[in-house]
């Protein structure tokens, strides 16, 4: 009989909130609470405070991360509960960006997806994060190391980076001639760039491994960079960016099909073969390039991995403090000068892209 009245109590409450009475207040007011809270936490809020309390410390390319998810994520799911969405939905956003070829992009929006779910969970905002186990193998990652370009395909990559002109033209050119990532340029900053000591200045927020990273410029770069376009009215501005400077260049994935496009036809335009075919390369592979002939042109392991950012190895990293810098901007002049005599062996005034 005494299990009874627990049982008699809850259809008691049931009946009272069915009927609009007072009983059970304290369940009902906790019932309206949840779904109060629920419909506050749309993706749109919680992705406010995830940046604001976990991206913008723990990320150095966090406004990039914000601004690929409100491009992309936002206006289909940004006014929907975090608890609603479903895996589902996600990977329509992804199989949308793969059917237009932004590989890249897609990885990208998976990436932080899971990042925000997971701290969401952690934050109980949800109790599931609902893209855990997710499988996408169209977004595996290409392992190899990558491959060092011959002299002609250097040419025929410079003089397509040269036809397509500014932002992603201009880009290429300066990613060939420093061997540096592509983010490190590509969301580059005019405050970045010291004009007293022509330079790269990328501060431990921004640099990958979270130190401070200087790329000289050499001579050859610096007639490139004043070439480039001045976005007036504004303070600081994205030196590569194809709306006035107020957002970085984007649209990476259409860019290197461009850019391969015109390069094929450069290259069967030398050989003189209409059917030649440009072998697959990655943007990555401009750097494998710059340390091979690096190595060619007499520089050691430690210069080459000072220039091209690698963190320094075992001991090294605790103990050897040196900077590198002018053996950096020896090695930079160098490799520029060694890279415009292959893709330019006739000499004369050097082109821009800008």
Avoid at 89 to 96: G, L, R, S
């Amino acid at each position: 009989m005494a299990g009874g009245r627990p049982r008699r109590r809850q259809r008691a409450c049931q009946g009272n909130f069915s009927q609009g009475r007072r009983g059970c207040r304290p369940e009902s007011r906790a019932g309206a609470s949840s779904v109060r809270e629920r419909r506050a936490n749309t993706f749109s809020a919680v992705l406010e405070r995830h940046i604001r309390q976990d991206a913008a410390r723990t990320i150095s390319s966090w406004q990039n991360v914000e601004r690929v998810l409100r491009l992309h994520v936002v206006p289909r799911l940004g006014d929907t509960p975090m608890a609603d969405i479903r895996r589902a939905d996600v990977h329509e956003i992804i199989d949308d960006l793969v059917t237009s070829g932004r590989i890249g992009t897609a990885r990208e929006v998976r990436k932080q997806m899971s990042r925000i779910f997971n701290w969401a969970t952690d934050r109980e905002i949800i109790s599931l994060n609902p893209l855990s186990g997710m499988k996408r193998a169209d977004l595996a990652r290409n392992t190899e190391a990558g491959r060092a370009l011959s002299d002609i395909e250097l040419r025929s990559i410079w003089q397509a980076a040269e036809e397509m002109r500014y932002p992603f033209g201009s880009l290429y050119q300066f990613l060939m001639l420093t061997g540096q990532r592509r983010a490190e340029w590509a969301f580059s900053q005019r405050s970045e760039i010291d004009t007293a000591n022509r330079w790269l200045d990328l501060g431990k927020e921004r640099f990958k491994s979270r130190r401070e990273h200087i790329v000289p410029m050499s001579d050859s770069l610096w007639a490139l960079f004043e070439r480039l376009p001045v976005w007036a009215g504004a303070n600081d501005y994205f030196v590569f960016s194809s709306r006035h400077g107020h957002v970085p260049v984007a649209g990476f994935s259409q860019g290197k099909r461009a850019l391969d496009d015109l390069a094929q036809e450069y290259l069967r335009k030398e050989l003189g073969k209409p059917d030649a075919v440009l072998q697959h390369y990655r943007i990555h592979d401009f750097r494998v390039t710059c340390e091979t002939r690096l190595a060619h042109l007499g520089f050691n392991q430690e210069v080459r991995d000072a220039v091209l950012g690698h963190a320094k190895p075992g001991l090294q990293k605790t103990y050897n403090k040196h900077d590198y810098l002018e053996e950096k901007r020896r090695a930079l002049q160098a490799y520029a000068e060694h890279l415009l005599a292959v893709v330019n062996p006739q000499g004369g005034v050097l082109r821009a892209a800008a």
